[in-house]
C-alpha cells in the first residue's frame, strides 16, 4: 500500500495540444493525483484534461518557469511527477518510481531520460538521447524552476539523482508542426536574451546556425540517424538563424515599429 510519504502528485502543464493531452494523461492514471495548468486553451485541451481530473487550473502565461512554479504548487503530495503534454509515462518508469519511493529515495530529485521520436523514428543521437531536461521526479519544496521565459533553469536543495527507465517523447508532428513550435519558441528565446542584456553580433545569423548543424550531425552522430538526423539539424540551424534574426529585431526596435504600423 503506498504510505502518505510515497503519494505522488503527477503536473502537466498545458497550452493547446488536443493531438497529446488525451495520451499523456492516459499515461499518468496510476498517480495519486493528476494537476493539469492550462493557460486558457482556445482547442479541447481543457475539456479532455477533465475527464481524467477535476483539478484543471487556468494561469496566464509568464513564461515556463514561472508556470510550472504555479503548477507545483497545486500538488497536494510530496513528491512531483512532472510530465509535458507530448510526453509518455511508460510503464517500466512508472513502476521504478514506485519501487524507488518504498525502499527511500536516496535522492530529493531525479532525472528520467527521454526516448525522442521523429519523422517515425526513435532518434538515439543528434544529442536528443538520453535528454535529459529539468529532474522530473522530485520532492516538492526541494525543488524550484527559474522564472525564465523558456528553456528554464532549477534550483535543488538536495541530492540528485538518475533514474533508468525511460520516457517517451513526441515533440513535434511533422515538419510543419516544428515550423509552428519554432515560431514561438524563438521569440521568446530571443526576448530572454533581451532581457539578460545579450548583444547582437552579425556573425551570430551565420556562425550560430552552422555550428548548431556540425554539432548536431556530426559532433553528436546525427549523421546515423538516417534522413530524420539530417532534417533535425537542417531544422535546428534554422531555429537558432530564427532565433538570432529575433534578437536583432528587437534589438534595433524594429519589432516595435512593425507593431505600431499594423495597428494603424
Known amino acids: 500500500m503506498t504510505g502518505p510519504r510515497n503519494k505522488v502528485s503527477a503536473v502537466v502543464i498545458a497550452y493547446n495540444d488536443e493531438p497529446n493531452i488525451r495520451a499523456c494523461l492516459e499515461s499518468l492514471t496510476w498517480a495519486d493525483e493528476i494537476i493539469v495548468v492550462d493557460s486558457h486553451s482556445t ?7 477533465r475527464e481524467f481530473t477535476d483539478k484543471v487550473y487556468q494561469h496566464d ?17 510530496e513528491w ?18 514506485k519501487r524507488t519511493l518504498a525502499r527511500g529515495p536516496e535522492a530529493e530529485a531525479y532525472f528520467v531520460p527521454r526516448r525522442n521520436y521523429f519523422l517515425g523514428r526513435a532518434i538515439r543521437h543528434s544529442g536528443w ?9 522530485f520532492r516538492k519544496g526541494r525543488l524550484r524552476y527559474r522564472e525564465d521565459l523558456v528553456h528554464e533553469g532549477f534550483e535543488l536543495d538536495g541530492r540528485v ?3 533508468k527507465a525511460e520516457v517517451l517523447q513526441y515533440p513535434f508532428r511533422d515538419i510543419d508542426h516544428y515550423l509552428q513550435k ?23 545569423l551565420v556562425t550560430h546556425p552552422l555550428y548548431t548543424f ?10 546515423l540517424d538516417g534522413m530524420p538526423g539530417l532534417i533535425l539539424a537542417g531544422l535546428y540551424a534554422y ?26
Open 214 to 223: 556540425a554539432k548536431m550531425y556530426v559532433a553528436r552522430l546525427g549523421v
Open 80 to 97: 512531483v511527477f512532472s510530465l509535458d503534454t507530448d510526453e509518455r509515462a511508460t510503464q517500466e518508469v512508472r513502476e521504478e518510481i
Open 239 to 264: 531555429y537558432t538563424f530564427a532565433k538570432y534574426a529575433r534578437l536583432w529585431e528587437m534589438s534595433s526596435g524594429r519589432e516595435w515599429f512593425a507593431s505600431e504600423r499594423s495597428a494603424l
Open 182 to 204: 519554432v515560431n514561438r519558441y524563438a521569440g521568446l528565446m530571443a526576448q530572454r536574451m533581451v532581457q539578460q542584456g545579450t548583444r547582437f553580433r552579425t556573425h551570430q
Open 43 to 49: 482547442d479541447a485541451t481543457e475539456k479532455i484534461s
Open 61 to 77: 502565461f509568464h513564461g515556463f518557469g514561472r508556470l510550472r512554479n504555479e503548477a507545483v504548487a497545486h500538488a497536494s503530495y
Open 129 to 137: 538521447y538520453p535528454d535529459y531536461r529539468q529532474p522530473q521526479l
Open 161 to 163: 539523482g538518475y533514474l
